[in-house]
């Protein structure tokens, strides 16, 4: 079955303890992003990555981290997470841009006390 | 820069009526594609609709339906034959047809109630 595959699905941390959050898709998706949905505010990208090894920050990519080491696998680093970092997170991809249809994941909801 | 706007926080329908969503959009582009995701309360993301700027007809999936009106940077989201299951979030998203810009605007989001 086509999917992007998040994980974990809940995470609750303490603020400087680093956390990654996982992302793989398995449909040879050349692009792939994440962003953060805050109430209010839509969702708001954080990073992408064009194909391997070619990534590039988007709207809000203060105190993240990622990596495209293999085309499958995207993830989502916080070296000293904060609370302003609190948020519903989202791995996505597709295989081209323009009007291609984005695959998302299931969602992280990352809580930082 | 562009901007995505939903002005209508929060939208109920009585199940079997029809609602229409708003969207406006602010771009001095004239290639563009536009989108209708629904997020249930699973957080699962799902493609309703898309509009390319360059093609006038109103796209249309079944039950769902946009009015397109690019002058006035406008693009609503009908639902027709409201069921339990249409209750959502529902964000409206641009995209520049500029193939350097990979950013997707997304709006702050309508939340769809219906009404049994």
């Known amino acids: 079955e086509a999917q992007v595959t998040q994980n974990p699905r809940y995470l609750i941390t303490v603020t400087g303890k680093k956390l990654t959050v996982t992302c793989s898709q398995n449909?040879?998706?050349?692009?792939m992003s994440w962003y953060r949905q805050d109430p209010g505010l839509g969702l708001r990208q954080i990073y992408y990555s064009m194909n391997v090894e070619v990534t590039d920050k988007g709207d809000v990519p203060e105190g993240y981290k990622v990596s495209r080491k293999e085309k499958r696998n995207f993830p989502l680093i916080l070296e000293s997470p904060s609370p302003n970092q609190t948020s519903l997170y989202f791995c996505?991809?597709?295989?081209?841009?323009?009007?291609?249809?984005?695959?998302f994941g299931s969602g992280t909801q990352l809580s930082v006390l | 820069a562009q901007t995505v706007t939903q002005s209508q926080p929060e939208m109920s329908v009585q199940e079997a009526e029809t609602v229409t969503l708003s969207c406006t959009y602010d771009t001095s582009e004239s290639d563009y594609y536009l989108f209708w995701y629904k997020q249930p309360p699973s957080r699962q993301m799902i493609l309703v609709i898309r509009q390319e700027a360059y093609k006038q007809q109103n796209a249309t999936e079944n039950r769902f339906s946009v009015n397109f009106q690019k002058a006035a940077k406008s693009f609503s989201l009908k639902i027709s034959d409201s069921q339990l299951g249409d209750a959502a979030m529902y964000f409206c998203?641009?995209?520049?047809?500029?193939?350097?810009?990979?950013?997707?605007?997304w709006g702050a989001g309508t939340k769809l109630i219906i009404k049994p």
């Open positions: 998203a641009y995209r520049s047809a500029e193939y350097s810009n990979y950013q997707l605007i």
């Open positions: 996505a991809s597709s295989f081209r841009l323009g009007n291609e249809k984005l695959f």
């Open positions: 449909m040879n998706h050349e692009y």
